[in-house]
């Protein structure tokens, strides 16, 4: 009867979950569309939208630069928004699990870093790769994301056999503030290519569009599904290596998989967007704390969440001192600094108690 019990509060706590995040995404859309220079109601919102995805024909009352506006400007960028928070925060909650570490996002394992390198050498050598097109960025940012996540690995396994957080972190964020360095040197060997790319870095969904939008998509489609697939996996995981192979995981295929499907999620983003810190680690840090650690809900909470979180965080940053916009990097690292130093004063509360 217990057990009952406790399987039907667990259900009922999902939903709950479920439910509570959607809204808060749906109502982050709805506010990132409607806010701006020229305020548009909410039902003029469902209108449009409506009439786009299902010819509702109820756009009559609406103005053409109106729909202009929403349909060509806001609602793109409040889509890459949540496409790029989505990415993110998935690809922490997949880093925090596979290392079994709270503290690991992109930005402190010096991913985001790595992107940013290939990102910025695309920009100033003007790179165009013939078979990806423009897809050239993107792929650029994966590769090299990817190799800095498994030198931080190597090299933290090669310092400290007993892999330990502050080990892992520490050599991420060493490895972070050297691809900086050789960042800063690319910018300062630029001309013409010097505000592009620092416009680039600073972290802005503005004024991307539907292109952007449409370059994003299969990236985040394929990492997405690849991460959510494993979410039996990374609870498995999570009970340590030698654990998990003992419940059947394939621990190292496992491990490469989860590598590189978050490494195409955060490079693609960070492609596309620049670089914006600490949305893989506040986002899925809260969802833990609120609704639990099975990685099955946790990852997808994480992205709805995410979406809706970068969304306000773009809202923030382009009206809270209109008409001069903020980079989106500076409103998530006022957050998301604060978050890093209380988890890591909580983790070491708990190990001398």
């Known amino acids: 009867?217990?057990?009952?019990?406790?399987?039907?509060y667990s259900n009922n706590k999902q939903v709950v979950a479920?439910?509570?995040?959607?809204?808060?995404?749906?109502?982050?859309?709805?506010?990132?569309?409607?806010?701006?220079?020229?305020p548009i109601s909410f039902f003029d919102i469902l209108q449009m939208i409506g009439d786009a995805l299902f010819h509702?024909?109820?756009?009559?009352?609406v103005d053409e630069n109106t729909q202009n506006i929403v349909m060509s400007i806001r609602l793109p960028r409040v889509i890459l928004a949540g496409l790029v928070g989505a990415s993110l925060a998935l690809?922490?909650?997949?880093?925090?699990?596979?290392?079994?570490?709270?503290?690991?996002?992109?930005?402190?394992?010096?991913?985001?870093?790595?992107?940013s390198l290939g990102a910025v050498f695309v920009l100033f050598f003007g790179i165009h790769?013939?078979?990806?097109?423009?897809?050239?960025?993107?792929?650029?940012?994966?590769?090299?994301?990817?190799?800095?996540?498994?030198?931080?690995i190597f090299f933290a396994?090669?310092?400290?056999?007993?892999?330990?957080?502050?080990?892992?972190?520490?050599?991420?964020?060493?490895?972070?503030?050297?691809?900086?360095?050789?960042?800063?040197?690319?910018?300062?060997?630029?001309?013409?290519?010097?505000?592009?790319?620092?416009?680039?870095?600073?972290?802005?969904?503005?004024m991307r569009g539907w292109v952007y939008v449409m370059m994003l998509l299969p990236f985040f489609a394929v990492g997405s599904l690849l991460i959510l697939a494993n979410g039996t996996e990374l609870n498995a995981l999570a009970f340590g290596e030698e654990k998990a192979h003992q419940l059947g995981v394939n621990v190292k295929k496992r491990k490469l998989l989860i590598l590189?499907?978050?490494?195409?999620?955060?490079?693609?983003?960070?492609?596309?967007?620049?670089?914006?810190?600490?949305?893989?680690?506040?986002?899925?840090?809260?969802?833990?704390?609120?609704?639990?650690?099975d990685y099955r809900h946790l990852l997808p909470l994480s992205a709805l969440f995410g979406a809706g979180f970068l969304i306000l965080a773009d809202l923030?940053?382009?009206?809270?001192?209109?008409p001069t916009e903020l980079p989106i990097g500076v409103i998530t690292a006022l957050i998301g600094a604060p978050s890093f130093a209380f988890i890591l004063m909580k983790q070491r509360m708990e190990r001398r108690g």
């Not at 982050?28 to 409607?34: D, M, P, T």
């Not at 690809?91 to 992107?115: I, K």
């Not at 040197?185 to 620092?198: D, H, P």
């Open 56 to 61: 509702m024909g109820g756009n009559g009352s």
């Open 157 to 206: 396994g090669m310092i400290d056999k007993a892999m330990r957080i502050e080990t892992i972190v520490l050599t991420g964020i060493i490895m972070s503030s050297f691809l900086g360095a050789l960042i800063s040197f690319m910018i300062a060997m630029s001309g013409e290519e010097l505000r592009q790319i620092v416009n680039w870095l600073l972290g802005s969904v503005s």
């Open 260 to 293: 590189t499907s978050a490494s195409i999620l955060a490079g693609a983003a960070v492609a596309i967007s620049g670089t914006i810190g600490f949305v893989g680690l506040v986002v899925p840090h809260l969802n833990r704390l609120l609704w639990g650690n």
């Open 91 to 115: 690809a922490g909650a997949s880093f925090q699990g596979l290392l079994q570490n709270p503290l690991a996002d992109p930005y402190t394992l010096g991913v985001s870093s790595g992107a």
């Open 129 to 152: 790769i013939p078979f990806f097109g423009f897809f050239t960025l993107p792929v650029a940012s994966i590769l090299t994301g990817f190799m800095t996540i498994i030198f931080v």
């Open 1 to 8: 009867m217990q057990k009952r019990f406790t399987r039907m």
């Open 18 to 38: 479920y439910m509570v995040t959607v809204c808060f995404l749906v109502f982050s859309i709805f506010l990132g569309v409607s806010i701006g220079t020229f």
């Open 316 to 322: 923030v940053s382009r009206t809270i001192m209109s």
